[in-house]
Structures are given as structure tokens and as C-alpha cells.
């Protein structure tokens, strides 16, 4: 387990308290991660910083809310440099955040 990129007993804790629901909120947030990866990759910055800026700060918050960290720090950076609307290697972001939403999905089908 790699410690430093999920907070694995907040997953624990949110399984444990939300019960059968747990897997539909699973569910629901890798549903809503593809959606969020598919508009992000459709957006050209620095035209659309706004957008990517709302889009990254939707999917950092819903990501820290599951315990998934490190998917939510690169996320924060891409938000931060939208808001100052100087995105700097923006394919490099995509390709951050696609391995982070590749290995959080491998995690959370383990659970």
C-alpha cells in the first residue's frame, strides 16, 4: 500500500459508516472522474482557464473527500494555475492525473 497518495483508513472509516451505500458512492465518483478527464481533455488553455480551473477544483474536492491525496494535490496544482490563468504544461497535467485516476481505480476496486 502506498500510504503517501491514499488515506486508506479514511476510505475504511467512510466503508465501515456508509455501509452498502459505499459502493455507489464508488461507483458514482469513478463515473464522474471519467466525465471530469473527458472535459478536461477537450479544453485548451489558456482560453478556457476558467473552466479548467472549475473542473480541477470539483475533482480535488471530491477526491480528498474519499482519502484519494495525491490525486487531490495535482488537481490543486492545476487549479491554482488556472486561477492565475498561467497553465503551464497542461499535457503533463492530463497525464499526472490519468496514472493518479488509473492507480485510485485499481485501489478502489480492491476494497
Known amino acids: 500500500m502506498n500510504y503517501g497518495r491514499i488515506d486508506y483508513q479514511a476510505l475504511a472509516e467512510l466503508k465501515e459508516m456508509l455501509e452498502d451505500e459505499f459502493v455507489e458512492l464508488v461507483e458514482t465518483y469513478v463515473r464522474d472522474t471519467h466525465q471530469k478527464l473527458t472535459t478536461l481533455t477537450e479544453l485548451s488553455p489558456p482560453q478556457d482557464a476558467d473552466e479548467v480551473r472549475k473542473v480541477a477544483h470539483s475533482l480535488k474536492g471530491a477526491s480528498i473527500n474519499l482519502g484519494l491525496l495525491r490525486l487531490g494535490e495535482i488537481c490543486l496544482a492545476l487549479e491554482a494555475q488556472a486561477k492565475d490563468n498561467i ?6 497535467h492530463l497525464e499526472e492525473i490519468q496514472a493518479e485516476v488509473d492507480f485510485v481505480f485499481g485501489e478502489l476496486q480492491r476494497l
Open 87 to 92: 497553465i503551464r504544461d497542461y499535457e503533463q
